[in-house]
């Protein structure tokens, strides 16, 4: 049976899932220098991107909260799960609605007043509020009209704060979405908004590094606009030693397996900080981390996401498998013959393509010659579960090395 804790017990000094805000959030001091200038400061717009599970958004939020607390408005819209413009501008509106309400008495009256779209108004059961969303018959309009919605908000909200001599600040999370909305058309027109607001501030943030990189390049619509930040990952030695104060100051002595835990689960935050999580929970009864602590871990986080590895392994094809498991055995030379041979890929030319749709799926990251997985815990599960069918027996945390 799980043992129970008491209530005189540290809470774990580790979170995951969700957005993570101080105290659980750590360095990041330039790319939150960075986006608290471009929301306070007039036209010093910035685009943030960088892989998943890198922190972009908790940086976001801790820059948000922090603004807030000083009285700075900031809106926030999370576009990732938009599935029309329209939406976005709902989004929008009732961000505007919350923050700007708060601090300006008649800031929805004046919204509302000067949106040229069809709205409907409902009460937020929670604060009681009165929040508008874009009529649902728009989501069936032809673009245009959907365009000029997003325009109508956008240009309510620069005209509020220019009544008020004040500066507006607003974070479009996941923006990237636009472009699948109306391709490089919605980029400019975005643009041509951004370029004629002179009180709101904008932070762009996505995580979709290819479409991202397109949209900077030159002859788009962002080239040369927009300050950028790629959020890489916290340097090693910073969250090794970050991990292991957490845990001296929540009772658990972890000294020397911040390191293991950076180098096992990978360049990503939330892996990192996962993994640390699963740890502390297994060394809080004796209040030590012993030598096999962070691999009983890294198995227990792996045999949670069974059902979702095992899903994810069942949807590719038998090549693709094939690859997966040469990747999880050493991450570069996967279209040599030797390797070919071992693991059964067929020609070259047809295992250079698995990998590219792989890498296309986000299952592998493409680093120079080298392939990593994308998911430290889906390759530990590809180790565990798929490797002895061709009687190759590694332990879980195998790290995948340069063949040469």
């Known amino acids: 049976m799980p043992r129970k804790k008491t209530t005189s017990e540290p809470e774990n000094p580790f979170r995951v899932g969700g957005v993570v805000t101080k105290p659980f959030f750590t360095d990041r001091v330039k790319e939150c220098a960075s986006v608290r200038k471009a929301l306070t400061e007039p036209q010093a717009h910035l685009l943030m991107f960088g892989p998943r599970r890198m922190g972009k958004t908790s940086v976001l939020k801790v820059v948000h909260e922090g603004l807030e607390k000083k009285g700075v408005p900031v809106l926030f819209a999370d576009l990732s799960t938009a599935t029309a413009l329209t939406d976005v501008t709902t989004r929008l509106l009732q961000s505007a609605t919350r923050v700007l309400g708060r601090k300006w008495r008649d800031a929805a009256t004046v919204l509302f007043e000067r949106i040229r779209v069809g709205l409907r108004l409902e009460h937020d059961p929670v604060t009681g509020m009165v929040l508008p969303s874009v009529d649902v018959a728009l989501r069936e309009a032809d673009l245009d009209t959907q365009r000029r919605s997003l325009a109508s908000a956008l240009e309510a909200i620069q005209s509020l704060a220019e009544s008020k001599k004040a500066q507006v600040g607003l974070i479009l999370d996941e923006f990237q979405e636009l472009h699948r909305f109306g391709g490089a058309d919605a980029e400019w027109h975005l643009r041509g908004i951004i370029q004629q607001q002179t009180h709101v501030g904008y932070v762009l943030a996505g995580s979709d590094e290819r479409l991202i990189g397109a949209m900077l390049g030159e002859g788009r619509a962002f080239y040369g606009m927009l300050d950028t930040l790629f959020v890489g990952p916290i340097e090693g030695a910073h969250i090794a030693g970050w991990i292991e104060h957490r845990c001296a100051d929540s009772g658990v002595n972890a ?131 798929t490797l002895p069918d061709l009687g190759i027996n590694l332990p879980t945390t195998h790290l995948p090395r340069d063949r040469s």
């Open 255 to 385: 000294e020397g397996f911040g390191t293991e835990i950076v180098e096992l689960a990978g360049p990503r935050t939330r892996d990192i900080v996962q993994l640390a999580r699963v740890m502390f929970e297994l060394a809080r009864p004796a209040g030590v981390a012993d030598g096999s602590t962070v691999s009983e871990a890294f198995a227990q986080i792996i045999q949670a996401g069974d059902a979702l590895h095992r899903a994810l392994w069942e949807r590719l094809s038998p090549l693709q498998q094939n690859v997966l498991r040469a990747a999880a055995v050493a991450n570069t030379g996967l279209t040599t013959k030797a390797t070919s041979n071992r693991f059964n890929l067929g020609a070259p030319g047809a295992a250079s393509k698995a990998l590219q749709t792989l890498v296309a799926r986000d299952i592998l990251v493409k680093t120079g010659s080298s392939y990593e997985f994308d998911n430290p815990f889906h390759r530990g599960w590809v180790v565990l579960n």
